[in-house]
């Protein structure tokens, strides 16, 4: 498999402003923020949607969604409320495949979604 974007950024062959590393994840912001707040949480794990992931990915998955609620809590959205977004392949907007999820904040979202 081919580097994704998103795997040149935890290797820092292109550059991107990185909030949050540990073993499993690396947070950034999006480039082309949508939100007040817009964070991608990423696994070093180049997964390249949610179909492909299994069940070996269990504590990678809640790795990702821990992380995005302490990062929620960090920039001070937690209590207002956020949204979190993962995107599976391109009728849902995937445009990166490799697995993320979008942090959202800072503003009021409607729900259902557009
Ligand atoms: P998707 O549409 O796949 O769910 O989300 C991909 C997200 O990645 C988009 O919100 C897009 O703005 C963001 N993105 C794409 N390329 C880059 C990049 O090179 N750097 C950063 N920081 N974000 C990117």
Redesign the pocket.
Known sequence: MTDS??TK?IKRE?P??IIYEDEYVVA???????API?I?VVPKKQIPTMNDANEEDTILLGKILLTAGKLAKQKGVSEDGYRL???CNKG??????HI?C?LLGGRIFNWPPG
């Open positions: 974007i998103f950024i292109i991107a402003n950034f912001e999006d480039v082309n923020p949508v817009h991608l977004v993962i995107n849902a907007g995937q445009t990166v495949f993320h979008h």
